[in-house]
């Protein structure tokens, strides 16, 4: 089994940056596919963005594409979430998934393992 666990939130101000990150348990890390969905309050939690096994490939919602970046490191154990351009709609509880998955990385269903999620506030 995987346990989680994401850094890296925090308050910004419109257009900064923060660099989410996602520590993973256990050995097998490299062979699931990686994903970060947020929740806005009062919203149903989305997909963001993932990477698969090797990081060679990676998948963005149109909302954050251009303005965010997905990568992993598989000798450490971690994946990240770089974002850059951030607006005050980006305001949510992030949180980093893992699943194994060919296909469908866009789906919470197709995830096994979550973690607890961590603040990111934009201000305008």
């Known amino acids: 089994q995987v346990q989680l666990v994401e850094s890296g939130g925090g308050l910004v101000q419109a257009g900064g940056s923060l660099r989410l990150s996602c520590a993973a348990s256990g050995r097998t890390f490299s062979m699931y596919t990686m994903g970060w969905f947020r929740q806005a309050p009062g919203k149903e939690r989305e997909f963001v963005a993932a990477?698969?096994?090797?990081?060679?490939?990676?998948d963005y919602a149109d909302s954050v594409k251009g303005r965010f970046t997905i990568s992993r490191d598989n000798a450490k154990n971690t994946v990240y979430l770089q974002m850059n351009g951030l607006k005050p709609e980006d305001t949510a509880v992030y949180y980093c998934a893992a699943g194994y998955m060919r296909l469908g990385a866009r789906a919470q269903n197709a995830y096994d393992y979550w973690g607890q999620g961590t603040q990111v506030t934009v201000s305008s």
């Open positions: 990477i698969t096994r090797s990081g060679d490939n990676t």
